[in-house]
């Protein structure tokens, strides 16, 4: 005997299918045409813009007294890092104080003005280090378009020299953290 309910659905799968077929069989006529339409064609008679035509930027040279440039800031790097260094021991004084005390009291306070102080020298030898990127920059692709070397050598010396300076104000301000 079989049963109702797989017949049933057995029907239902077939009416569905038939009902979808029949569309596929339908004429074309009463639905619009996908095609490109007269008014959705291009048409026109203004001129096509001109592109905008710049002309190529030519970088700066790099300074005509290089070796003076690179002596202002080979002083001004180091006399940056002397103030580092003179506050150095204002700052280890009042770090040790404040170790252990508690956020907001005054040697807590004390501290914190402190290694700010020595902070803003390190920035003042990062200029100098920016100042240095900027020449670097400027005399390789002045090289790479004349072919001729723009100082990169000396500038590339003083870069390291101040890199190490960095580097010293970067561990001590390190090591004041961790107290």
Do not use: N, Q
Not at 1 to 19: G, I, K, N
Not at 42 to 68: I, W
Not at 85 to 94: I, S, V, Y
């Amino acid at each position: 005997m079989p049963d109702f309910r797989t017949s049933a659905a057995r029907l239902l799968v077939l009416a569905c299918a038939a009902a979808s077929l029949s569309a596929c069989a339908s004429t074309s006529s009463k639905y619009p045409s996908l095609a490109v339409r007269e008014a959705e064609r291009m048409t026109g008679s203004a001129a096509p813009a001109e592109p905008d035509v710049t002309a190529p930027v030519t970088p700066p040279a790099p300074p005509a007294d290089l070796p003076g440039r690179l002596a202002a800031i080979e002083k001004a790097a180091y006399a940056s890092h002397e103030t580092f260094l003179a506050r150095e021991a204002t700052a280890r004084a009042r770090a040790r104080s404040a170790s252990g005390a508690a956020l907001g009291t005054l040697a807590w306070s004390d501290a914190e003005v402190a290694l700010s102080s020595l902070e803003s020298a390190r920035s003042d030898t990062m200029f100098a280090l920016a100042d240095l990127d900027s020449l670097l920059a400027l005399g390789a692709v002045s090289e790479a378009d004349t072919g001729t070397p723009a100082g990169l050598p000396e500038i590339i010396a003083l870069r390291e020299k101040v890199e190490g300076l960095i580097a010293a104000e970067d561990a001590v301000l390190s090591s004041l953290r961790g107290l």
